[in-house]
Protein backbone atom coordinates (compact mmCIF):
# COMPACT_ATOMS: atom_id res chain seq x y z
CA UNK A 1 0.00 0.00 0.00
CA UNK A 2 1.13 3.50 -0.61
CA UNK A 3 -0.49 5.63 2.11
CA UNK A 4 -0.22 8.76 2.77
CA UNK A 5 -1.94 11.63 4.43
CA UNK A 6 -3.79 14.74 4.00
CA UNK A 7 -6.40 15.90 6.62
CA UNK A 8 -8.60 17.73 4.73
CA UNK A 9 -8.74 20.32 7.96
CA UNK A 10 -10.55 22.56 5.86
CA UNK A 11 -13.58 20.81 5.32
CA UNK A 12 -16.76 21.19 7.06
CA UNK A 13 -16.66 17.39 8.21
CA UNK A 14 -12.93 17.38 10.22
CA UNK A 15 -14.48 20.80 11.68
CA UNK A 16 -17.36 18.69 12.79
CA UNK A 17 -15.04 16.64 14.95
CA UNK A 18 -17.55 14.10 15.30
CA UNK A 19 -16.43 10.67 16.29
CA UNK A 20 -17.40 7.14 15.82
CA UNK A 21 -16.07 3.72 16.97
CA UNK A 22 -15.41 1.97 13.87
CA UNK A 23 -17.53 -0.64 12.92
CA UNK A 24 -17.30 -1.17 9.27
CA UNK A 25 -15.85 0.06 6.09
CA UNK A 26 -17.78 0.79 3.56
CA UNK A 27 -16.35 1.09 0.08
CA UNK A 28 -16.80 3.50 -2.47
CA UNK A 29 -16.31 4.97 -5.98
CA UNK A 30 -16.53 8.85 -7.42
CA UNK A 31 -19.02 8.02 -10.09
CA UNK A 32 -16.99 10.61 -12.82
CA UNK A 33 -14.32 9.80 -14.72
CA UNK A 34 -11.65 11.45 -13.35
CA UNK A 35 -8.78 9.30 -11.83
CA UNK A 36 -6.54 11.86 -10.71
CA UNK A 37 -6.38 12.57 -6.99
CA UNK A 38 -5.56 15.66 -6.73
CA UNK A 39 -9.61 16.31 -8.43
CA UNK A 40 -10.36 15.63 -4.80
CA UNK A 41 -7.22 16.11 -2.58
CA UNK A 42 -5.18 19.09 -2.04
CA UNK A 43 -3.40 21.16 -2.16
CA UNK A 44 -0.79 19.81 -3.85
CA UNK A 45 2.17 18.54 -1.99
CA UNK A 46 4.19 17.97 -4.61
CA UNK A 47 3.22 14.45 -5.77
CA UNK A 48 -0.68 15.06 -5.73
CA UNK A 49 0.24 17.70 -8.58
CA UNK A 50 -2.01 21.25 -9.20
CA UNK A 51 -5.65 21.07 -9.51
CA UNK A 52 -5.84 23.97 -11.47
CA UNK A 53 -9.77 24.34 -11.15
CA UNK A 54 -9.07 24.50 -7.16
CA UNK A 55 -12.23 22.27 -6.45
CA UNK A 56 -10.35 19.72 -4.18
CA UNK A 57 -12.65 18.47 -1.15
CA UNK A 58 -9.91 20.70 1.43
CA UNK A 59 -12.08 23.44 1.84
CA UNK A 60 -15.32 24.72 2.26
CA UNK A 61 -18.21 23.21 0.04
CA UNK A 62 -21.38 24.02 -0.90
CA UNK A 63 -22.89 20.38 0.14
CA UNK A 64 -21.62 18.13 3.10
CA UNK A 65 -19.27 15.40 1.85
CA UNK A 66 -15.68 13.95 2.95
CA UNK A 67 -14.74 10.52 3.44
CA UNK A 68 -11.44 9.35 5.33
CA UNK A 69 -9.39 8.14 2.32
CA UNK A 70 -9.27 8.27 -1.50
CA UNK A 71 -7.38 6.28 -4.05
CA UNK A 72 -6.16 7.30 -7.35
CA UNK A 73 -3.37 8.66 -9.73
CA UNK A 74 -0.75 10.73 -8.31
CA UNK A 75 1.02 13.59 -11.24
CA UNK A 76 2.81 10.35 -12.15
CA UNK A 77 0.49 8.14 -12.87
CA UNK A 78 1.36 5.75 -10.08
CA UNK A 79 -1.52 4.33 -7.68
CA UNK A 80 -1.65 5.69 -4.10
CA UNK A 81 -4.21 6.34 -0.99
CA UNK A 82 -4.81 9.53 0.56
CA UNK A 83 -5.97 9.55 4.14
CA UNK A 84 -8.49 12.42 4.36
CA UNK A 85 -9.62 12.17 7.97
CA UNK A 86 -8.96 10.58 11.32
CA UNK A 87 -10.45 6.46 10.62
CA UNK A 88 -12.45 7.64 13.84
CA UNK A 89 -14.13 10.83 12.78
CA UNK A 90 -17.48 10.67 11.67
CA UNK A 91 -17.34 11.01 7.67
CA UNK A 92 -20.02 12.26 5.14
CA UNK A 93 -19.89 9.54 2.96
CA UNK A 94 -23.17 7.44 2.49
CA UNK A 95 -26.20 9.74 3.69
CA UNK A 96 -27.28 7.32 5.86
CA UNK A 97 -26.63 5.74 9.63
CA UNK A 98 -23.65 3.95 7.96
CA UNK A 99 -22.20 7.31 8.65
CA UNK A 100 -22.02 6.33 12.35
CA UNK A 101 -20.67 3.38 12.03
CA UNK A 102 -18.46 3.08 9.14
CA UNK A 103 -15.20 4.03 7.90
CA UNK A 104 -15.60 5.42 3.84
CA UNK A 105 -13.31 5.83 1.15
CA UNK A 106 -13.44 6.34 -2.40
CA UNK A 107 -12.04 5.47 -5.35
CA UNK A 108 -11.50 7.34 -8.31
CA UNK A 109 -13.32 5.98 -11.35
CA UNK A 110 -11.83 6.26 -14.93
CA UNK A 111 -13.97 5.90 -17.97
CA UNK A 112 -14.78 2.08 -16.33
CA UNK A 113 -13.05 0.39 -19.33
CA UNK A 114 -9.25 0.12 -18.18
CA UNK A 115 -8.88 -3.29 -16.51
CA UNK A 116 -5.02 -2.59 -15.57
CA UNK A 117 -6.22 0.39 -13.98
CA UNK A 118 -9.32 -1.15 -11.75
CA UNK A 119 -6.53 -3.56 -10.97
CA UNK A 120 -3.93 -1.61 -9.32
CA UNK A 121 -6.66 0.97 -7.40
CA UNK A 122 -8.62 -2.63 -6.31
CA UNK A 123 -5.45 -4.07 -4.70
CA UNK A 124 -4.65 -0.82 -2.98
CA UNK A 125 -8.12 -1.16 -1.71
CA UNK A 126 -7.54 -4.44 -0.59
CA UNK A 127 -4.24 -3.36 1.22
CA UNK A 128 -5.94 -0.57 2.79
CA UNK A 129 -8.88 -2.54 4.04
CA UNK A 130 -6.22 -5.37 5.34
CA UNK A 131 -4.41 -2.16 7.69
CA UNK A 132 -8.21 -0.78 8.85
CA UNK A 133 -9.06 -4.27 9.70
CA UNK A 134 -6.53 -5.13 12.05
CA UNK A 135 -6.16 -1.16 13.09
CA UNK A 136 -9.47 -1.42 14.22
CA UNK A 137 -10.15 -5.37 14.75
CA UNK A 138 -12.78 -5.82 11.63
CA UNK A 139 -12.50 -8.72 9.80
CA UNK A 140 -13.27 -9.27 5.80
CA UNK A 141 -17.40 -9.26 6.80
CA UNK A 142 -17.34 -6.31 8.27
CA UNK A 143 -16.52 -4.52 4.78
CA UNK A 144 -19.47 -3.51 2.52
CA UNK A 145 -19.59 -1.34 -0.82
CA UNK A 146 -22.21 1.68 -0.86
CA UNK A 147 -24.43 -0.53 -2.99
CA UNK A 148 -24.91 -3.06 -0.18
CA UNK A 149 -25.03 -0.56 2.27
CA UNK A 150 -28.09 0.66 0.56
CA UNK A 151 -29.51 -2.98 0.70
CA UNK A 152 -28.79 -3.16 4.50
CA UNK A 153 -31.10 0.21 4.79
CA UNK A 154 -27.95 2.51 6.36
CA UNK A 155 -26.73 4.37 3.15
CA UNK A 156 -28.58 6.06 0.14
CA UNK A 157 -29.20 4.56 -3.07
CA UNK A 158 -25.91 4.70 -4.81
CA UNK A 159 -24.65 1.32 -7.60
CA UNK A 160 -21.00 2.00 -6.66
CA UNK A 161 -18.73 -0.19 -6.53
CA UNK A 162 -21.23 -3.39 -8.54
CA UNK A 163 -21.51 -0.72 -11.83
CA UNK A 164 -18.22 -0.94 -12.41
CA UNK A 165 -15.83 -4.32 -10.72
CA UNK A 166 -18.30 -6.89 -12.10
CA UNK A 167 -17.09 -5.36 -15.48
CA UNK A 168 -14.00 -6.98 -14.36
CA UNK A 169 -14.87 -10.22 -13.28
CA UNK A 170 -14.75 -8.59 -9.57
CA UNK A 171 -17.37 -7.68 -6.72
CA UNK A 172 -17.43 -7.23 -3.31
CA UNK A 173 -17.33 -11.07 -2.91
CA UNK A 174 -13.71 -11.20 -4.50
CA UNK A 175 -12.91 -8.23 -2.53
CA UNK A 176 -13.93 -9.64 0.73
CA UNK A 177 -12.34 -12.97 -0.07
CA UNK A 178 -8.78 -10.95 -1.17
CA UNK A 179 -8.70 -8.95 2.26
CA UNK A 180 -9.20 -12.50 4.44
CA UNK A 181 -6.61 -13.89 2.49
CA UNK A 182 -4.47 -10.85 3.50
CA UNK A 183 -5.67 -11.32 7.34
CA UNK A 184 -5.05 -14.81 7.68
CA UNK A 185 -1.64 -14.73 8.22
CA UNK A 186 -0.38 -17.30 10.51
CA UNK A 187 2.27 -17.31 12.87
CA UNK A 188 6.33 -17.82 11.73
CA UNK A 189 7.81 -20.90 12.42
CA UNK A 190 10.82 -19.57 14.07
CA UNK A 191 10.87 -18.85 17.72
CA UNK A 192 9.90 -15.27 18.50
CA UNK A 193 13.75 -14.18 19.54
CA UNK A 194 14.20 -12.73 23.40
CA UNK A 195 13.03 -9.59 24.20
CA UNK A 196 15.38 -6.96 23.45
CA UNK A 197 15.51 -4.06 26.39
CA UNK A 198 13.39 -1.18 25.30
CA UNK A 199 15.00 2.08 23.82
CA UNK A 200 17.46 0.17 21.96
CA UNK A 201 15.00 0.92 18.84
CA UNK A 202 15.09 4.77 17.54
CA UNK A 203 13.12 6.41 14.82
CA UNK A 204 14.79 5.51 11.75
CA UNK A 205 15.64 2.93 11.98
CA UNK A 206 15.22 -0.40 9.79
CA UNK A 207 14.17 -3.23 11.29
CA UNK A 208 12.90 -6.58 11.15
CA UNK A 209 9.75 -7.78 12.75
CA UNK A 210 10.24 -10.92 14.68
CA UNK A 211 6.72 -11.26 17.49
CA UNK A 212 3.79 -12.05 15.52
CA UNK A 213 1.18 -9.70 17.00
CA UNK A 214 0.80 -5.99 16.57
CA UNK A 215 0.08 -3.72 19.26
CA UNK A 216 -3.24 -3.94 19.97
CA UNK A 217 -3.09 -7.84 19.86
CA UNK A 218 -4.16 -8.38 16.42
CA UNK A 219 -1.80 -10.76 14.16
CA UNK A 220 0.33 -9.40 11.96
CA UNK A 221 -0.08 -10.76 8.27
CA UNK A 222 2.57 -13.17 6.87
CA UNK A 223 3.17 -10.28 3.93
CA UNK A 224 3.81 -7.16 6.84
CA UNK A 225 6.70 -9.95 8.69
CA UNK A 226 8.33 -10.48 5.07
CA UNK A 227 9.26 -6.88 4.70
CA UNK A 228 12.14 -5.04 6.51
CA UNK A 229 10.86 -1.21 7.91
CA UNK A 230 11.60 1.65 8.56
CA UNK A 231 10.33 3.06 12.30
CA UNK A 232 8.90 6.03 12.36
CA UNK A 233 8.71 6.85 15.89
CA UNK A 234 9.30 5.09 19.21
CA UNK A 235 7.61 5.95 22.87
CA UNK A 236 7.95 3.81 25.50
CA UNK A 237 7.65 -0.19 24.67
CA UNK A 238 5.28 1.43 21.41
CA UNK A 239 6.93 1.57 18.53
CA UNK A 240 5.07 2.78 15.04
CA UNK A 241 6.83 1.24 12.04
CA UNK A 242 5.72 2.97 8.24
CA UNK A 243 7.50 2.53 4.92
CA UNK A 244 9.38 -0.67 4.07
CA UNK A 245 12.66 -0.87 3.06
CA UNK A 246 11.62 -0.76 -1.19
CA UNK A 247 9.40 2.27 -0.45
CA UNK A 248 6.67 -0.10 -1.90
CA UNK A 249 4.12 -0.24 1.34
CA UNK A 250 3.35 2.37 4.05
CA UNK A 251 1.48 1.37 6.89
CA UNK A 252 2.35 3.63 10.09
CA UNK A 253 1.67 0.19 12.22
CA UNK A 254 1.92 0.10 16.08
CA UNK A 255 3.97 -2.88 17.30
CA UNK A 256 5.97 -3.44 20.93
CA UNK A 257 9.73 -2.71 20.69
CA UNK A 258 10.71 -6.21 21.79
CA UNK A 259 8.74 -7.56 18.66
CA UNK A 260 11.72 -5.73 16.47
CA UNK A 261 15.00 -6.46 15.49
CA UNK A 262 17.28 -3.95 14.41
CA UNK A 263 18.50 -4.73 11.24
CA UNK A 264 20.51 -1.63 10.74
CA UNK A 265 20.72 1.57 13.36
CA UNK A 266 20.51 5.16 12.18
CA UNK A 267 23.16 7.46 13.24
CA UNK A 268 22.30 9.69 15.88
CA UNK A 269 20.19 12.76 15.03
CA UNK A 270 21.87 15.59 12.61
CA UNK A 271 18.96 17.20 12.45
CA UNK A 272 15.66 18.66 14.03
CA UNK A 273 11.86 18.82 13.08
CA UNK A 274 10.11 21.43 12.11
CA UNK A 275 6.44 21.18 12.31
CA UNK A 276 4.80 23.18 8.45
CA UNK A 277 2.29 25.86 9.86
CA UNK A 278 -0.55 27.84 7.99
CA UNK A 279 1.90 30.84 6.06
CA UNK A 280 4.81 29.02 6.31
CA UNK A 281 7.62 29.37 3.47
CA UNK A 282 10.79 27.16 2.67
CA UNK A 283 12.42 30.76 2.44
CA UNK A 284 11.54 31.50 6.25
CA UNK A 285 11.88 28.66 7.95
CA UNK A 286 15.43 28.13 6.29
CA UNK A 287 16.37 31.74 7.43
CA UNK A 288 14.99 31.13 10.79
CA UNK A 289 16.88 27.98 11.70
CA UNK A 290 19.99 28.13 8.96
CA UNK A 291 20.27 32.04 9.10
CA UNK A 292 19.78 31.77 5.40
CA UNK A 293 16.68 31.54 3.36
CA UNK A 294 18.65 30.00 0.24
CA UNK A 295 19.22 27.16 2.17
CA UNK A 296 16.02 25.68 2.14
CA UNK A 297 17.10 23.19 -0.56
CA UNK A 298 18.67 21.49 2.42
CA UNK A 299 15.44 20.59 3.80
CA UNK A 300 13.85 20.34 0.48
CA UNK A 301 16.38 17.43 0.21
CA UNK A 302 16.44 16.22 3.38
CA UNK A 303 12.66 15.42 3.37
CA UNK A 304 13.06 13.84 -0.27
CA UNK A 305 10.38 16.83 -1.62
CA UNK A 306 9.75 16.39 -4.69
CA UNK A 307 8.99 20.01 -5.36
CA UNK A 308 8.94 23.43 -3.24
CA UNK A 309 5.61 22.96 -1.97
CA UNK A 310 4.61 22.66 1.32
CA UNK A 311 1.88 22.10 3.64
CA UNK A 312 0.73 22.66 7.04
CA UNK A 313 1.52 19.45 9.50
CA UNK A 314 4.36 18.19 7.31
CA UNK A 315 7.16 17.34 9.57
CA UNK A 316 10.38 18.73 7.71
CA UNK A 317 13.66 17.74 8.86
CA UNK A 318 16.06 20.88 9.34
CA UNK A 319 19.96 20.65 9.65
CA UNK A 320 22.12 21.28 12.68
CA UNK A 321 23.76 24.04 11.03
ZN1 LIG B 1 -20.81 6.01 -2.71
Redesign the pocket.
Known sequence: MNLHKLIFTNNACYNAGRRITPKGIMV??T?ANNPWLKRYVGPDDGLLGKNQYNNHWNQSMDREVCVHAFIGKLADGTVATYQTLPWDYRGW??AGSGNDTHISF?ICEDYLTDAAYLDKVYNEAVYLCVYLCELYGLTEQDIIC?CEGHDLGI?SN?G?VLHWWPKHGKNMDTFRAAVKDKLGGSAPDTPVEPEQPGGKIKAGDLVTITGTKYYGGQTIPAWVRKQKWYVYEVSGDRAVINRDESGRYAIMSPIKVSALSVVSAKPAENYRIHTVAHGDTLWAIAKKYLGNGSRYKEIVSLYGLKSNVIYSGMKLKIPNK
Do not use: L, P, Q, V
Request: proline share 0%; with cysteine.
Open positions: HSGHCEHAHD
